[in-house]
Structure formats: structure tokens, C-alpha cells
């Protein structure tokens, strides 16, 4: 079964058949993430009309970013959290307020509803100097841009962490997120 455009579960366990090879399960992890959502974000990113669906598949792949980050799935009740610790990160910077409004009003309102909500407006190119802006009438600005490619530069970061190899809990944590993500959906 494949676990990305070019990787099978067969191909992730015989990365770790009896020695742990760690440069072909982050190959695989970043073709899974890059391949299922962050190519198809980049295609549509430039369309007018594509906002709403270039956040979906940006909140998607936070998610899966910090699943494998911490080795399980998101826990019920934490996405609070989920979305503080990642839109916290250097290449975002966003405060728990920014962080916790935007889970609430976009994620959850694109998910949920297909729509944003609480004045919450999403442009491709405004604001021009930051990912997000207050507005004064209430809610924020986001320029959805700027987010996808910030989103982006924080997964390449964490790819490049991976490779440097010096966090073996990081490492063990991917490992076992993909390992649960096979026992899940694929046959032993």
C-alpha cells in the first residue's frame, strides 16, 4: 500500500529491517507530506478563488507535521495546543490569542462549515509586511500567501532537523507516528 506518490509501508519497514535507515524514512515522510498536500497547496496557491482550500490543506499539513513531531496523533481536546505550539514556531511567530483564533475561526470553520468565521478575512497578497493583521473592526487579516509559505519553511526546517540526525527522540517520534498511521490502515 503506498504511504506517498513513491513509497509503500513495504518500503518504510525495510527501512528499519534490522538496522535503522533513517535518510529513507525521511525521504519517505517528506514525500508523503509533500506529495499528498504541500504540491497540490502550491498549484492552486496563485488562483484567486483558492484561499479557502490552500488553508485546508495548510492546516492539514500542520497537523501532520506536529503528529509526526511528537510521535501520535492529536489527541482529543488538545488541538488548542497543536495550533499554539506550531503557529509559535520562528517562521510564524504567532501569540497563543492569534494562534487560538485562528484554530477556532478558520481551521475549524473551513473544516466544519466551509467557511471562515468571526470576521476572520483571507486575502492572497494583504497584509503585505505580515502573515496576519487586526483589524479594527474585529478579527484578523491573513494573508494566505505568506502563511503557506511560512508553513512551508517551517516543514523544510524540521526535514532538515531530521536530517541532521542529532534529535533522536525527533527521529524516534516520526518513526513511531508512521509506524501507527501502517498498523492503522494497512495489512501486517
Known amino acids: 500500500m503506498k504511504l506517498s506518490p513513491q513509497y509503500t509501508d513495504a518500503q518504510w ?47 492539514i499539513v500542520l497537523e501532520s507535521i506536529w503528529g509526526f513531531m511528537n510521535g501520535k496523533s492529536i489527541p482529543r481536546k488538545h488541538e488548542q495546543q497543536v495550533y499554539r505550539e506550531m ?31 468571526n470576521q476572520w478575512i483571507v486575502e492572497q497578497t494583504i497584509p503585505t509586511n505580515s502573515i496576519i493583521e487586526k483589524r479594527t473592526s474585529g478579527g484578523y487579516v491573513i494573508n494566505r500567501t505568506m502563511f503557506h509559505q511560512a508553513l512551508k519553511a517551517t516543514f523544510e526546517d524540521w526535514i532538515a532537523q531530521l536530517r541532521a540526525g542529532s534529535d533522536v527522540a525527533l527521529l524516534r517520534n516520526m518513526r513511531d507516528r508512521m509506524n501507527q498511521i501502517i498498523a492503522k490502515h494497512y495489512a501486517a
Open 87 to 117: 503557529l509559535a514556531h520562528p517562521r510564524l511567530g504567532w501569540n497563543d490569542t492569534e494562534s487560538d483564533s485562528f484554530r477556532e475561526f478558520v481551521r475549524n470553520g473551513l473544516m466544519h462549515d466551509a467557511e471562515t468565521r
Open 13 to 59: 519497514k525495510a527501512a528499519f529491517g534490522g538496522h535503522e535507515d533513517w535518510k529513507t524514512a525521511i525521504d519517505i515522510l517528506k514525500d508523503r507530506i509533500e506529495g499528498r498536500w504541500l504540491t497540490w497547496a502550491d498549484q492552486i496557491l496563485d488562483a484567486q478563488y483558492s484561499g479557502f482550500a490552500v488553508l485546508a490543506l495548510d492546516c
